[in-house]
C-alpha cells in the first residue's frame, strides 16, 4: 500500500497484490484484498474465493491456524477482508494457484442476505431488472458487468484518440439553458432562482456557437436530457453524449468520414487494450439515402411506417439486410426529408425538400444523427419559419450566424447504444452505471 503523507510516501511492508498476478509470486507472502466470493467448508479445512478487480483466487485456511479459521467460521459471502499468506501452486485449484492463509481480517462485513444474487448463479439472471437497478452496486459485482465500463472507457479513449490527433478542442457546454435548445416537449424544466430554466436536449446549439467563435474543430462528453416518456430498450431521460462540430465542409459526407475513422480507431482500442474479439469496421461504412433504403427495405418485404423515416423495426430490418449483403455493421443513411428533420439542417443544392443530413446504424439501432448545418442567417430564418419557430425564440442562437461563421457540420453520438450492441445488452441501461428512465430516481 502507497500512502502520501505531506510530501513523502510511505510503502508499507506488505504491498497489496491481485488476484491474476499470483502466479507471478509463488512460494512468497502476499496480501490480498477483495470480496468473499464464495465459502466452502470441508473438514479441518475452510476454502475461500476471493474476489479483486482482476479476478477470483482461492484461499485455503487450516484448522491448525485457529484465529484466522475462527474468523473465517463467522464470514458471510460479499463481506470485505484481507487475507495475507503465501503463494502456492496446487493443481486442483481453480487457475493451478491458491493462498495459504496466514491471517485474515475483515474490513466490512456483509449483512448475511444479500437482497440480490451478486454471482451469476442458476435463477439468477431470472432476478426483475428493476430490482436490480435498485441494488446496482451488488448487480454490478458480477466480473462480467466490468467489461461494460472497460469498454466504454477504451471506446471514448479511442474517440478521444482520433480527435486530439486531428486538432479537436474540447469544450464543454452547459446544461442549464434559457430556451429550449430544440423546442418541443422534450425538455425538462427547472427552477432557476426567479427564473425559468431548461436542461440541454443537446450541446447542438453551443456547438456551432464554437464554430461562430472559430475554434473551427470541436469535441465534447457531457450529459443530455431528454424528457420524452419513452419505455424502450433505447430510451432513457439522462445520457452521455459524445458530440463533434468541424468547420469548412463542403458537405456532411466530410461529416460520416470524420465518424468512421473516430469509430474505427474506437474499436481499434478495444480489441487491443481488452484482447477482446471484436469487428473492427472497415471504411467506408456502406451508406444509402433515405428513398434508396426505403426502397431495399420495400424490396424485401417490409412494410412502410413513416415516410420518410425509419421505424425501430426498419432500423433492425435495415441493419440485418446490410449485413447479409455486405457482413457490415454499420450502415449510413442520408438526405432525411425535411419534413423530419429540425429547420437548421441544411438542404440538398439540388433536391432542397432533402436535407444534407444522415443517421448511422449500428447492428439495428440508431446511435447517431449528423448533419451539415445552415450557417447563412437569412436561410436559417427562412427555414425556421416554413417549421412554424417563432424567429423571436431563436435570435440568439440565429446571432451566432450574423458576423461570420463558417460552413460546418457536426454529429451527436450515443455511446450507451453503441456498447449495448457492442456487448448484445438487453438495454442502454445495462450499459449505463445509474440509469435514469421515467420511472427511476434513484439510487
Ligand atoms: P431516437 O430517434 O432514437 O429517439 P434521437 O433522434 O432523438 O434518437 P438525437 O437527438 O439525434 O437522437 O441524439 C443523438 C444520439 O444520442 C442518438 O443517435 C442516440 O445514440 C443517442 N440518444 C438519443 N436519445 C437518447 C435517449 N433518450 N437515451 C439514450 N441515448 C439517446
New binding site residues.
Given amino acids: 500500500m502507497v500512502r502520501p503523507i505531506g510530501n513523502e510516501r510511505i510503502v508499507d511492508q506488505v504491498q497489496r497484490t491481485l488476484a491474476r498476478d499470483l502466479a507471478t509470486h509463488v512460494g512468497e507472502q502476499v496480501l490480498l484484498q477483495g470480496w468473499v466470493h464464495a465459502l466452502r467448508h470441508q473438514g479441518g479445512i475452510k476454502f475461500m474465493l476471493l474476489r479483486d478487480m482482476s479476478g477470483v483466487v482461492q484461499t485455503v485456511i487450516l484448522k491448525s491456524n485457529q484465529a484466522a479459521f475462527a474468523i473465517a467460521g463467522q464470514l458471510s459471502t460479499e463481506s470485505v477482508v484481507a487475507v495475507t499468506g503465501t503463494v502456492k501452486e496446487e493443481k486442483q485449484a481453480p487457475g493451478g494457484i491458491e493462498l495459504l492463509a496466514e491471517a485474515v481480517t475483515v474490513l466490512s462485513s456483509a449483512e448475511p442476505m444479500l437482497p440480490i444474487p451478486v454471482i451469476a448463479e442458476k435463477g439468477s439472471e431470472n432476478t426483475d431488472p428493476a430490482k436490480r437497478f435498485d441494488w446496482r452496486w451488488l448487480d454490478l459485482r458480477q466480473a462480467e458487468k466490468r467489461d461494460i465500463f472497460r469498454v466504454w472507457t477504451e471506446l471514448e479513449a479511442g474517440f478521444r484518440d482520433y480527435l486530439l490527433e486531428n486538432s479537436y478542442l474540447q469544450i464543454y457546454t452547459p446544461s442549464f439553458m434559457s430556451m429550449a435548445s ?1 423546442g418541443g416537449s ?1 425538455v425538462f424544466e427547472v427552477k432557476y432562482f426567479d427564473k425559468k430554466a431548461f436542461l440541454a ?2 450541446p447542438q446549439f453551443y456547438k456551432q456557437m464554437a464554430m461562430a467563435a472559430g475554434l473551427e474543430r470541436v469535441f465534447l462528453v457531457g450529459p ?1 436530457f ?1 424528457a ?1 416518456p ?1 419505455f ?1 430498450t ?6 452521455t ?1 459524445w458530440d463533434f462540430e468541424l468547420s469548412f465542409i463542403d458537405s456532411h459526407h466530410e461529416v460520416m468520414a470524420e465518424e468512421e475513422k473516430m469509430i474505427v480507431r474506437s474499436f481499434q482500442r478495444v480489441r487491443d487494450r481488452l484482447h477482446m474479439d471484436i469487428d473492427v469496421p472497415s471504411t467506408p461504412f456502406p451508406s444509402l439515402t433515405m428513398a434508396e433504403a426505403k426502397q431495399k427495405l420495400a424490396q424485401h418485404g417490409v412494410a412502410n411506417v413513416r415516410d420518410g423515416d425509419l421505424s ?1 423495426e426498419q432500423e433492425r430490418e435495415l441493419s440485418h439486410i446490410i449485413k447479409q449483403e455486405t457482413g457490415h455493421d454499420f450502415v449510413f443513411v442520408t438526405a432525411f426529408p425535411i419534413g423530419v428533420r429540425p429547420f437548421y439542417h441544411m438542404r440538398l443544392e439540388d433536391q432542397p425538400d432533402l436535407t444534407k443530413s444522415f ?2 446504424l449500428y447492428r439495428g ?5 449528423g448533419a451539415q448545418r445552415e450557417h447563412r442567417a437569412a436561410i436559417l430564418e427562412r427555414q425556421a419559419l416554413e417549421k412554424g419557430v417563432v424567429l423571436d425564440t431563436i435570435q440568439d442562437y440565429v446571432n451566432f450566424f450574423r458576423f461570420g461563421c463558417p460552413p460546418h457540420g457536426g ?8 456498447v449495448m450492441a457492442l456487448l448484445g445488452l438487453g438495454s ?1 441501461k445495462e450499459a449505463t452505471f445509474l440509469p435514469r428512465d421515467v420511472r427511476r430516481l434513484t439510487p
Avoid: K, W, Y
Avoid at 439501432?365 to 444523427?369: A, H, N
Avoid at 454529429?411 to 453503441?418: K, T
Fill in positions: 430544440e422534450e436536449q443537446s443530455v431528454r420524452e419513452s424502450t433505447r430510451h432513457m431521460t439522462e445520457f453524449g425501430p443517421d448511422l439501432i440508431e446511435i447517431t444523427t454529429a451527436g453520438i450515443g455511446p450507451g447504444r453503441i442502454v
